[in-house]
């Protein structure tokens, strides 16, 4: 029996070969026409998610660990890794992007026709694979090869609500099903979806099965988009913006060399959403991205960054419950920034795009039962000389002034004599005019307020997002330094500007004992507590906060006779969240008139693209800003 190819030719040449039956019998032949239109999706990592290698020596710096033998080598690295070899191997101005990371030869056989050499040139050796690879093998399948139903019987065609789409997309498609008693329907998905989704704006629908057949006449080329995350956000706005315009569009003409580009879909997780709030303004490209899907941003910053600096990346906080993934994020921090201040500070204070993470100026708590918001989220608290409790709130309007850049005070971030332990910015000074390595920390603190101040308000108006709010994955919207001594204060503001215990010798007022609800101060106490000569304390010399730095978690000022007092700081996150972002931060989105914001229970902030209702949040967010097109 013989069989016979038959070529078969559309009106614009394309040609298609089929295998049938022997050539006497005719058959129908089914063939897939390539589709007219190319929508490329870029992919734009968080913190950490990308590869960043030395731009010399081309040695890895940061190539994140996939899988548990690789991720305790990395740890056992980190630790061996002392202060002044952090800041030389992670200084913003001597990295760059690597594009040669791992990528798992098994994970990409999933997707027909796909191999290593494919994915990088997509750019998915830029990102952490372990951490992305879910996400990105999603929407290469569902958005282009597992769109539509490999086989459709004849039957299927004669059927009036016959849904072309695969399981996964019939999900989220109105089939106009009732379903089996009630049940699968079209309103039992639209339920699931606002039950698992928890949408703002609840007159959600499902996608139209019209809108599903006309997603299948464009192709969604999957690419991914790594950069330098010491550097400035908006530098890596800039550098995405020149690889779409470049090695995006050139690889696409390779590719689809019959398509016409239409616009550009972006999709982030965390500080990749910042990165993109500052791409969007860049007029190289805004007027070729049609939407954007922001996932777990920390969209008016993060009070845990603060934290961190001031005890280092231990990662306890999110290690309640021993959830594995929340560990290993923990791990990731540690192995990069330090665990401990003074390995963690030389890095972080001098990269510009992590602490772009701080609070901005509009971080807003959640309303209290008066429904005031208030953007405090650092709180002060001690006795004074009464035995009263004092607290006080920070920042009250500049977090830039009040906060950052206070480095004379008790509760300062920074440390100066952490900064620069590998001498690299002394040697600069000379040259750069500076007399002191302070002015570099304060630069990069101009640099993070001139960023949020561009993109504060810069949502792109066809925009979805996601975030996690949930009382079992809690993260920081406040920090509190505390302690129970009292203090020769009277006010907030003596406690705000507190420099130490009083030189013996100097003269006493008068004391009257007053009665208090709280344990009231021992005559020991009293005594050292009312003289009148304060301890003047002025940066950079310190004096009598020479120990103030020596323990991680505490602030500990002592003074010329050895008296001293001690602060610490709460470790326990309060705020429902993802482990990270708190839902302050996240729930900054709601009030931008976005086109949808879903606010999910369950995400871990580091692997919240593993999420199987944040997968089909995504493509369903995606098809919504295509419609736009339509």
């Known amino acids: 029996m013989s069989y016979e190819h038959h070529p078969y030719n559309t009106e614009d040449n394309a040609k298609f070969v089929s295998q049938t039956t022997p050539s006497k019998t005719e058959t129908l032949c089914k063939v897939t026409i390539p589709a007219d239109y190319v929508i490329p999706i870029i992919f734009i990592p968080g913190i ?6 030395d731009q010399g020596t081309g040695q890895h710096v940061w190539y994140p660990p996939n899988g548990m033998k690789e991720g305790l080598a990395a740890a056992n690295a980190g630790e061996q890794r002392d202060a002044r070899t952090r800041q030389m191997e992670l200084n913003p101005e001597t990295t760059i992007v690597g594009q ?16 290593r050499a494919k994915a990088l040139r997509r750019g998915w050796g830029s990102v952490w694979w372990q951490g992305y690879s879910k996400i990105l093998i999603y929407l290469e399948k569902y958005l282009n090869h597992d769109l539509v139903k490999k086989n459709t019987t004849t039957d299927d065609l004669k059927d009036p609500d016959h849904f072309t789409g695969t399981k996964e997309w019939k999900k989220i498609v109105a089939t106009g099903s009732n379903g089996f008693l009630g049940m699968g329907g079209d309103q039992a998905k639209l339920k699931d979806i606002k039950k698992d989704w928890d949408p703002i704006k609840k007159e959600i629908e499902l996608l139209t099965k019209e809108l599903h057949g006309k997603l299948a006449n464009y192709s969604f080329p999957v690419f991914a988009i790594g950069y330098n995350w010491l550097q400035s956000n908006d530098l890596s706005a800039h550098y995405v913006a020149h690889k779409m315009q470049n090695d995006v569009k050139q690889q696409i003409k390779k590719e689809f060399p019959t398509q016409t580009f239409e616009k550009f879909i972006i999709v982030t997780h965390s500080m990749g959403g910042l990165v993109t709030r500052s791409l969007i303004q860049d007029d190289s490209v805004k007027n070729d991205i049609l939407g954007v899907m922001h996932g777990v941003m920390p969209a008016s910053g993060a009070p845990t960054v603060y934290q961190r600096i001031c005890r280092g990346w231990e990662g306890s906080e999110v290690l309640q419950g021993f959830h594995p993934i929340d560990a290993y994020a923990a791990n990731r921090g540690r192995e990069v920034f330090g665990a401990t201040s003074e390995r963690l500070m030389p890095v972080l204070a001098n990269a510009p795009g992590a602490l772009q993470l701080l609070p901005f100026a509009n971080f807003l708590q959640h309303p209290d039962q008066h429904g005031n918001q208030s953007k405090a989220w650092l709180t002060l608290r001690a006795r004074n000389r009464n035995g009263d409790v004092v607290m006080a709130s920070l920042p009250q309007n500049d977090p830039y002034g009040e906060i950052y850049t206070q480095t004379d005070t008790w509760w300062s971030m920074i440390n100066m004599d952490f900064l620069d332990p590998a001498g690299i910015l002394n040697a600069k000074m000379e040259n750069d005019g500076k007399t002191d390595i302070i002015s570099y920390y304060i630069d990069n603190i101009k640099l993070v307020s001139d960023f949020h101040k561009k993109i504060a308000d810069s949502y792109h108006p066809n925009t979805y997002a996601h975030y996690g709010r949930d009382e079992k994955h809690l993260a920081y919207n406040e920090i509190l330094w505390s302690t129970d001594q009292i203090l020769p204060i009277d006010t907030a503001e003596d406690l705000i500007n507190y420099k130490g215990y009083a030189k013996h010798g100097a003269k ?18 009293i005594a050292r507590t009312i003289t009148l000569e304060p301890i003047v ?13 020596d ?80």
Request: proline share 3%.
């Open 100 to 115: 040669d990371g791992y990528i798992d030869e098994d994970d990409i056989k999933k997707i027909q026709g796909f191999d």
């Open 48 to 53: 950490m998610g990308s590869n960043i290698r």
């Open 537 to 549: 304390v002025t940066a950079p010399a310190h004096k009598g906060f020479e120990h103030l730095f």
């Open 551 to 630: 323990q991680d978690s505490f602030r500990t000022i002592v003074d010329t006779d050895g008296n001293q007092v001690t602060f610490n700081i709460r470790i326990m996150p309060t705020s429902a969240g993802d482990g990270t972002v708190c839902a302050e931060s996240g729930a900054d989105v709601e009030q931008r008139n976005l086109k949808q914001v879903f606010v999910m229970r369950g995400l871990d902030h580091a692997a919240s693209y593993d999420d199987k209702n944040v997968h089909r949040s995504t493509i369903y967010s995606i098809a919504k800003i295509f419609e736009s097109l339509c």
């Open 508 to 525: 006493k007022e008068e004391v009257v004992e007053q009665q208090v609800e709280a344990a009231p101060p021992t005559e020991e106490e």
